[in-house]
Protein backbone atom coordinates (compact mmCIF):
# COMPACT_ATOMS: atom_id res chain seq x y z
CA UNK A 1 0.00 0.00 0.00
CA UNK A 2 0.86 3.46 -1.21
CA UNK A 3 2.11 5.62 1.73
CA UNK A 4 0.32 8.75 2.58
CA UNK A 5 3.48 10.88 1.30
CA UNK A 6 3.16 8.79 -2.17
CA UNK A 7 -0.86 9.23 -2.71
CA UNK A 8 0.02 13.36 -1.91
CA UNK A 9 2.26 13.11 -5.14
CA UNK A 10 0.29 10.97 -7.39
CA UNK A 11 -2.28 13.53 -6.59
CA UNK A 12 -0.41 16.76 -7.20
CA UNK A 13 1.08 15.41 -10.58
CA UNK A 14 -2.88 14.34 -11.60
CA UNK A 15 -3.39 18.13 -11.38
CA UNK A 16 -0.10 19.13 -12.87
CA UNK A 17 -0.59 17.06 -15.69
CA UNK A 18 3.60 16.78 -17.02
CA UNK A 19 4.93 14.33 -19.28
CA UNK A 20 6.26 10.92 -17.76
CA UNK A 21 9.94 12.89 -17.37
CA UNK A 22 8.77 15.36 -16.10
CA UNK A 23 6.47 14.26 -13.42
CA UNK A 24 9.18 12.04 -12.05
CA UNK A 25 12.18 14.47 -11.56
CA UNK A 26 9.17 16.59 -9.95
CA UNK A 27 8.49 13.80 -7.65
CA UNK A 28 12.07 13.41 -6.51
CA UNK A 29 12.24 17.26 -5.78
CA UNK A 30 9.08 16.90 -4.19
CA UNK A 31 9.47 13.97 -2.07
CA UNK A 32 12.99 15.50 -0.71
CA UNK A 33 11.53 18.42 0.34
CA UNK A 34 8.73 16.83 1.92
CA UNK A 35 10.79 14.76 4.00
CA UNK A 36 13.07 16.83 4.68
CA UNK A 37 10.13 18.77 6.36
CA UNK A 38 9.52 15.33 8.52
CA UNK A 39 12.68 15.45 9.82
CA UNK A 40 12.17 19.21 10.73
CA UNK A 41 9.03 18.76 12.25
CA UNK A 42 9.92 15.39 14.41
CA UNK A 43 13.07 17.47 15.38
CA UNK A 44 10.55 20.47 17.03
CA UNK A 45 9.09 17.84 18.79
CA UNK A 46 6.40 16.76 16.77
CA UNK A 47 5.27 13.40 16.97
CA UNK A 48 6.52 10.88 14.50
CA UNK A 49 3.10 9.43 13.56
CA UNK A 50 1.88 13.14 13.16
CA UNK A 51 4.71 14.66 11.12
CA UNK A 52 3.91 13.34 7.49
CA UNK A 53 0.39 14.64 7.79
CA UNK A 54 1.21 18.17 8.96
CA UNK A 55 4.00 18.51 6.69
CA UNK A 56 1.20 17.70 3.97
CA UNK A 57 -0.82 20.17 5.41
CA UNK A 58 1.70 23.04 5.46
CA UNK A 59 3.08 22.04 2.13
CA UNK A 60 -0.62 22.89 0.53
CA UNK A 61 -3.72 21.45 -0.98
CA UNK A 62 -2.40 19.17 -4.06
CA UNK A 63 -4.53 20.67 -6.61
CA UNK A 64 -3.30 24.02 -5.90
CA UNK A 65 0.31 23.23 -5.66
CA UNK A 66 -0.25 20.71 -9.10
CA UNK A 67 -1.55 23.57 -10.94
CA UNK A 68 1.07 25.82 -9.96
CA UNK A 69 3.26 23.42 -11.36
CA UNK A 70 1.73 23.73 -15.21
CA UNK A 71 3.84 27.00 -15.74
CA UNK A 72 2.22 30.52 -16.13
CA UNK A 73 0.96 30.19 -19.30
CA UNK A 74 0.75 26.65 -21.31
CA UNK A 75 -0.78 26.27 -24.87
CA UNK A 76 -3.85 24.96 -23.19
CA UNK A 77 -4.61 25.07 -19.77
CA UNK A 78 -8.52 23.04 -18.83
CA UNK A 79 -9.29 22.85 -15.48
CA UNK A 80 -12.39 21.55 -13.68
CA UNK A 81 -12.43 24.41 -10.79
CA UNK A 82 -10.40 27.87 -10.52
CA UNK A 83 -8.91 30.40 -12.95
CA UNK A 84 -7.23 28.38 -16.16
CA UNK A 85 -4.57 30.47 -17.77
CA UNK A 86 -3.38 29.40 -21.30
CA UNK A 87 -3.21 30.40 -24.68
CA UNK A 88 -6.34 28.15 -24.73
CA UNK A 89 -8.00 28.30 -21.50
CA UNK A 90 -11.01 26.22 -20.05
CA UNK A 91 -12.38 26.64 -17.13
CA UNK A 92 -15.12 27.73 -14.35
CA UNK A 93 -12.83 31.03 -14.78
CA UNK A 94 -10.13 31.28 -18.12
CA UNK A 95 -7.71 34.10 -19.50
CA UNK A 96 -6.19 33.26 -22.55
CA UNK A 97 -5.96 34.56 -26.01
CA UNK A 98 -8.70 31.94 -27.06
CA UNK A 99 -10.88 31.91 -22.99
CA UNK A 100 -14.01 29.40 -22.13
CA UNK A 101 -15.32 29.92 -19.08
CA UNK A 102 -18.27 31.21 -16.79
CA UNK A 103 -16.01 33.67 -17.15
CA UNK A 104 -14.02 34.08 -19.59
CA UNK A 105 -11.26 37.31 -20.62
CA UNK A 106 -8.87 36.51 -23.57
CA UNK A 107 -8.59 38.19 -27.42
CA UNK A 108 -12.02 35.64 -28.14
CA UNK A 109 -13.83 35.24 -25.14
CA UNK A 110 -16.55 32.72 -25.07
CA UNK A 111 -18.81 32.38 -21.47
CA UNK A 112 -21.79 33.50 -18.78
CA UNK A 113 -19.74 36.73 -18.38
CA UNK A 114 -17.24 37.26 -21.84
CA UNK A 115 -14.28 40.29 -21.76
CA UNK A 116 -11.99 40.81 -25.06
CA UNK A 117 -11.51 42.30 -28.20
CA UNK A 118 -14.49 39.37 -29.82
CA UNK A 119 -17.01 37.82 -27.03
CA UNK A 120 -19.70 36.22 -26.69
CA UNK A 121 -21.50 34.75 -24.30
CA UNK A 122 -24.50 35.70 -21.88
CA UNK A 123 -23.11 39.84 -20.81
CA UNK A 124 -20.61 39.96 -23.26
CA UNK A 125 -17.67 43.05 -22.98
CA UNK A 126 -16.15 43.52 -26.65
CA UNK A 127 -14.13 45.83 -27.95
CA UNK A 128 -14.42 45.45 -31.25
CA UNK A 129 -17.69 42.93 -31.84
CA UNK A 130 -19.63 41.49 -28.89
CA UNK A 131 -22.41 38.66 -29.44
CA UNK A 132 -24.66 38.47 -26.45
CA UNK A 133 -27.77 38.43 -24.71
CA UNK A 134 -26.43 41.53 -23.02
CA UNK A 135 -24.18 43.42 -25.47
CA UNK A 136 -21.43 45.95 -24.94
CA UNK A 137 -18.58 47.18 -27.29
CA UNK A 138 -17.69 48.72 -30.73
CA UNK A 139 -19.79 46.53 -32.66
CA UNK A 140 -22.36 44.93 -31.26
CA UNK A 141 -25.03 42.41 -32.36
CA UNK A 142 -27.22 41.31 -28.55
CA UNK A 143 -30.81 41.17 -27.40
CA UNK A 144 -29.68 44.77 -25.31
CA UNK A 145 -27.62 45.98 -27.33
CA UNK A 146 -24.73 48.87 -26.30
CA UNK A 147 -21.66 49.81 -28.91
CA UNK A 148 -20.37 52.63 -31.55
CA UNK A 149 -22.96 50.22 -33.60
CA UNK A 150 -25.44 48.41 -32.08
CA UNK A 151 -27.89 45.94 -33.61
CA UNK A 152 -30.49 44.56 -31.04
CA UNK A 153 -34.22 44.20 -29.50
CA UNK A 154 -32.81 47.41 -27.61
CA UNK A 155 -30.06 49.23 -29.45
CA UNK A 156 -28.33 52.29 -28.05
CA UNK A 157 -25.34 53.18 -29.77
CA UNK A 158 -23.85 55.88 -32.08
CA UNK A 159 -25.07 54.23 -34.94
CA UNK A 160 -28.05 52.09 -33.97
CA UNK A 161 -30.73 49.92 -35.29
CA UNK A 162 -33.43 47.27 -33.59
CA UNK A 163 -36.80 47.31 -32.85
CA UNK A 164 -36.27 49.54 -30.11
CA UNK A 165 -33.12 51.82 -31.35
CA UNK A 166 -31.72 54.81 -29.74
CA UNK A 167 -28.75 56.63 -30.90
CA UNK A 168 -26.79 59.89 -32.81
CA UNK A 169 -28.01 58.47 -36.24
CA UNK A 170 -30.49 55.99 -36.25
CA UNK A 171 -31.17 54.44 -40.08
CA UNK A 172 -35.52 54.91 -40.29
CA UNK A 173 -35.39 52.19 -42.62
CA UNK A 174 -33.82 49.11 -39.80
CA UNK A 175 -35.66 49.95 -36.95
CA UNK A 176 -39.41 49.82 -35.75
CA UNK A 177 -38.81 52.57 -33.06
CA UNK A 178 -36.77 55.46 -32.60
CA UNK A 179 -35.01 57.95 -31.11
CA UNK A 180 -32.39 59.61 -33.53
CA UNK A 181 -30.15 63.13 -32.78
CA UNK A 182 -30.42 63.76 -36.61
CA UNK A 183 -33.43 63.67 -38.26
CA UNK A 184 -33.86 61.49 -41.99
CA UNK A 185 -31.43 62.63 -44.67
CA UNK A 186 -29.35 64.97 -41.92
CA UNK A 187 -26.80 62.50 -40.57
CA UNK A 188 -22.94 63.66 -41.22
CA UNK A 189 -20.79 61.54 -43.89
CA UNK A 190 -19.39 59.82 -40.83
CA UNK A 191 -21.66 58.36 -39.65
CA UNK A 192 -23.64 57.18 -42.90
CA UNK A 193 -20.19 55.66 -43.18
CA UNK A 194 -20.89 53.55 -40.07
CA UNK A 195 -24.26 52.25 -42.06
CA UNK A 196 -22.68 49.35 -43.90
CA UNK A 197 -21.76 47.75 -40.45
CA UNK A 198 -24.91 47.61 -39.51
CA UNK A 199 -25.28 45.78 -42.60
CA UNK A 200 -23.01 42.92 -40.97
CA UNK A 201 -24.58 43.03 -38.00
CA UNK A 202 -27.77 42.31 -39.73
CA UNK A 203 -26.36 39.22 -41.65
CA UNK A 204 -25.01 37.82 -38.59
CA UNK A 205 -28.79 37.90 -37.52
CA UNK A 206 -29.92 36.57 -40.57
CA UNK A 207 -27.63 33.18 -40.11
CA UNK A 208 -28.75 33.07 -36.44
CA UNK A 209 -30.26 29.49 -37.51
CA UNK A 210 -26.73 28.42 -38.52
CA UNK A 211 -24.75 30.50 -35.63
CA UNK A 212 -26.48 29.23 -32.79
CA UNK A 213 -26.53 25.52 -33.15
CA UNK A 214 -22.49 26.17 -33.86
CA UNK A 215 -22.37 28.04 -30.44
CA UNK A 216 -24.49 25.15 -28.43
CA UNK A 217 -22.07 23.07 -30.39
CA UNK A 218 -18.87 24.41 -29.08
CA UNK A 219 -20.07 25.55 -25.89
CA UNK A 220 -20.73 21.60 -25.31
CA UNK A 221 -17.54 20.46 -26.49
CA UNK A 222 -16.01 22.74 -24.00
CA UNK A 223 -17.87 21.61 -21.26
CA UNK A 224 -17.15 17.31 -22.30
CA UNK A 225 -13.43 18.81 -22.46
CA UNK A 226 -14.00 20.48 -18.78
CA UNK A 227 -16.09 17.39 -17.97
CA UNK A 228 -13.35 14.95 -18.91
CA UNK A 229 -10.50 16.44 -17.05
CA UNK A 230 -12.64 16.68 -13.61
CA UNK A 231 -13.27 12.81 -13.83
CA UNK A 232 -9.84 12.27 -14.50
CA UNK A 233 -8.51 14.05 -10.91
CA UNK A 234 -11.94 13.03 -9.38
CA UNK A 235 -11.16 10.65 -6.56
CA UNK A 236 -12.12 9.73 -3.14
CA UNK A 237 -13.32 12.76 -0.85
CA UNK A 238 -10.55 13.26 1.31
CA UNK A 239 -8.34 16.53 1.82
CA UNK A 240 -5.61 14.93 0.46
CA UNK A 241 -7.52 15.14 -2.72
CA UNK A 242 -9.90 17.89 -2.92
CA UNK A 243 -8.62 20.02 0.03
Not at 93 to 101: C, K
Not at 137 to 152: C, D, F, K, L, W
Not at 183 to 192: D, K, M, S, T, Y
Amino acid sequence: MKSILDRYLDRVLIYANKPEPQSAAIRRELKDHLLQKVDDLIANGVPKEEATLEALRQHGAPKLIGYKLRGPFPWIDIRSHGTARGVIAIGPRAVGIFAFGGVAVGVFACGGAAVGLFSAGGVALGLLFAFAGLGIGGMVNAGIAIGVVAVGGLALGVVSAGAYAMGAWVPPVTTYESISHYPVGNAPPLLRSLESLLNVDFRISQYMVIIVPVYLLMILSVRSLQYREGKRVRSENDWLIDG
